[in-house]
């Protein structure tokens, strides 16, 4: 069975690091690229970045670029998102999402259950 | 970038009537190597993640109720849901991935029963 679980609810302070993971089992995590989606509150999905564990290879969003850093752990199946300072506006909720790329490619089939990031002093 | 802009922002439809959202991307995303649309659907409640409907356009994924179908290329695209029923209210996107691995989400239609 496929699955993506994200790690839990964080509260942070303005100005914090902060990484958050998304595991994934029950398929082969090298084939498979791995995104990540911001909702903020009240809002609508955004396309933040993707990676390809197979070899590293990511790329961002234009309004991410710089803001968080996409990472993968081939070892653990596991794929990451950081930030090294957080503001306020990047309090939201975060999904992680499967992406099957190629000649015929598949869209986000299996979804992480979110991880929700509030960012406040 | 590749622009999705969904219409209308919010619906109301009587519960067994035909609801009809759209979608329109700023350029085509009729991938010309497999005349496939890489425009997908999905239905959003609260609480849980995004699930997809429709691939290609018009491809029901495995499970989706046919009462939901996708039409449309190029770059005007139409889902419709023939039948509401009381689990369909969610908010629903479409998403284009022409720009493999890059893509981009309309901002979403909120689906409500009238």
């Known amino acids: 069975e496929v699955q993506l679980v994200q790690s839990g609810a964080e509260l942070k302070k303005p100005g914090e690091s902060l990484k958050i993971s998304c595991k994934s089992s029950?398929?082969?995590?090298?084939?498979?690229?791995i995104a990540w989606v911001r909702q903020m509150p009240e809002k609508g999905l955004e396309w933040m970045g993707i990676i390809f564990p197979g070899d590293s290879d990511t790329r961002y969003g234009p309004s991410f670029r710089g803001q968080v850093t996409i990472s993968a752990d081939k070892s653990t199946s596991t794929a990451y998102l950081q930030w090294t300072s957080l503001k306020a506006s990047d309090t939201g909720m975060y999904f992680c999402?499967?992406?099957?790329?190629?000649?015929?490619?598949?869209?986000?089939?299996?979804w992480g259950q979110g991880t929700l990031v509030t960012v406040s002093s | 970038d590749i622009m999705m802009t969904q219409s209308p922002d919010s619906l109301a439809v009587s519960l067994g009537e035909r609801a009809t959202i759209n979608c329109k991307s700023s350029q085509s995303v009729l991938y010309s190597s497999n005349n496939n649309n890489h425009l997908a659907w999905y239905q959003h409640k609260p609480g849980q993640p995004p699930k997809l409907l429709i691939y290609r356009a018009s491809t029901r994924e495995s499970g989706v109720p046919d009462r939901f179908s996708g039409s449309g290329s190029g770059t005007d695209f139409t889902l419709t849901i023939s039948s509401l029923q009381p689990e369909d209210v969610a908010v629903y996107y479409c998403h284009q991935y022409y720009t493999t691995p890059h893509g981009s989400f309309g901002q979403g239609t909120k689906l409500e029963i009238k």
């Open positions: 999402a499967r992406f099957y790329g190629g000649y015929d490619p598949h869209p986000f089939d299996y």
């Open positions: 029950g398929y082969s995590f090298t084939r498979y690229w």
